[in-house]
Every structure is written in structure tokens, then in C-alpha cells.
């Protein structure tokens, strides 16, 4: 099976201040990657994915992902960090379970706490 | 607004006594996914479908989950004989599957459970 692993329980950074939210993973074959977002009592938004071509993946609200083979990471960033970006951020990788290649399920990482001080 | 939308938002319960959850999809969405997630962990697979069939389920779905679709529209999720370790929120998600599908899932704000 697929998994992503997210090392970091939580993150702070300082509002302006570039943050960087990481994300190893462990695939069988090519990775379909993604970030999602999760605010209070809100539900889990996409943020960006990456299937193949370009490393470095954009996304909403000024977030970008940067593919790494060599060291199996796709950590999230963004160069100047707002307070209002303060949230849960999930890594998941698309998993084929036990049905085989059609399922399309995600498995997601524990999910990194994200701080950001005023 | 055309998102997933998932009801109620909150329940709680007694042990050992059933609940059920509804899922309605994107209107479009002919794949369901329910996933369920605790304080502090990611999302965990449950089951999916495709229009109306349920394609796989997780070994976590015990014999007291039962999920339907029965239009392929939206779906239910049943717990019956509630236990205490069955509180955690209960996320649906939906996706459109083509040849071309990456697997990007729009998920629902979730449903609640707490069992006393």
C-alpha cells in the first residue's frame, strides 16, 4: 500500500515569514500526490496536486509543492506566510486498495498544525 | 451551494444504540467515499462507490458499519450498536471518474458522532 508520512505534529512561523509544511511518502510505481487544507468546522479542502511533468506544483491561495524523486518529499510552501493561512494541512497519495488500480482512494499523513503569528 | 453536504452535523448517542449518517454528493459525482477521522490523525478510508455499486471497504468497516447508495445519488451511513471508540467524524467525499481522473476528492464539512 501507498502512505505519506508528515513529520512535523505542528509548525510556526512568523506572518510574512516563507513556511515550509513537509511530507515524505512511500509508493509502489509513479505517485499521485496532494495537499489538502482543513480549517475549524470546515471540511477538507484541495489545495494542489502533482501527477507528472513539472516539480514544482502551484495551487490556491499562493501555495506551491515541490516534487522530490530523489528523496521521495513533496513538502508545501509558501513565500510569505498570513495569519489567515493558519489551518490543518494534509499530504495524501492516491492508493489502488485491495480492489485493484480503479479504486482511486487516498490515503493521507497524520496532518501538520500550521501556526501563523501575527 | 452545489458541495457535498452531509447530515446531521452532530449526533450524540448512547452506546449501543444505532445511528445513521446521509452523504449528498455533487450532483455530477458518480464515485462516494466515506472516510472517517479522529482527533488527531488523518482521514482513514471506509468505503466507496461507484454509482450504486460498493466497489471495496476497508478492513476498519466492522459488521456493525453498513453503507448504501441505493439511486447512486446520495448515500447512508449506518452504525449500529454504538461503541464508545465509534465517536470520531465521519467525512463523505465524491469525484467524477473518467479515463483522465487523478483522484482528487471534494469532501463534505462531516458528521460528528459522539457515543456516551
Known amino acids: 500500500a501507498q502512505s505519506v508520512a508528515q513529520p512535523e505534529d505542528q509548525v510556526n512561523v512568523a506572518e510574512g515569514n516563507p513556511l515550509t509544511v513537509k511530507c515524505t511518502y512511500s509508493v509502489s510505481g509513479n505517485p499521485y500526490l496532494f495537499w489538502y487544507v482543513q480549517y475549524p468546522n470546515r471540511g477538507l479542502q484541495f489545495l494542489l496536486k502533482?501527477?507528472?511533468?513539472?516539480?514544482l506544483v502551484k495551487g490556491s491561495y499562493g501555495f506551491e509543492a515541490e516534487f522530490n524523486k530523489s528523496q521521495t518529499s513533496f513538502h508545501l510552501k509558501k513565500p510569505s506566510a498570513l495569519v489567515s493561512d493558519s489551518a490543518l494541512y494534509f499530504c495524501?497519495?492516491?492508493?489502488?486498495?485491495?480492489?485493484?488500480?480503479?479504486?482511486?482512494?487516498?490515503?493521507f499523513g497524520k496532518g501538520t498544525k500550521l501556526s501563523v503569528i501575527p | 451551494d452545489t458541495g457535498v453536504s452531509q447530515n446531521p452535523r452532530h449526533k450524540i448517542t448512547k452506546r449501543g444504540q444505532n445511528v445513521t449518517f446521509r452523504c449528498d454528493p455533487i450532483s455530477e459525482h458518480n464515485r462516494l467515499y466515506w472516510y472517517r477521522q479522529t482527533l488527531g490523525q488523518g482521514p482513514e478510508f471506509l468505503t466507496y462507490f461507484q454509482n450504486e455499486a460498493q466497489l471495496e471497504k476497508s478492513r476498519l468497516l466492522s459488521d456493525r458499519f453498513s453503507a448504501e447508495r441505493p439511486k447512486g445519488s446520495f448515500s447512508t451511513l449506518e452504525i449500529q450498536r454504538t461503541e464508545q471508540g465509534d465517536s470520531a467524524m465521519y467525512l463523505c467525499?465524491?469525484?467524477?471518474?473518467?479515463?483522465?481522473?487523478?483522484?482528487?476528492?471534494?469532501f463534505g464539512e462531516g458528521s460528528r458522532l459522539t457515543v456516551l
Open positions: 502533482y501527477i507528472t511533468g513539472d516539480n
Open positions: 467525499a465524491s469525484s467524477v471518474y473518467r479515463t483522465s481522473n487523478t483522484g482528487e476528492l471534494f
Open positions: 495524501a497519495v492516491r492508493d489502488y486498495g485491495d480492489s485493484g488500480a480503479g479504486s482511486y482512494q487516498l490515503t
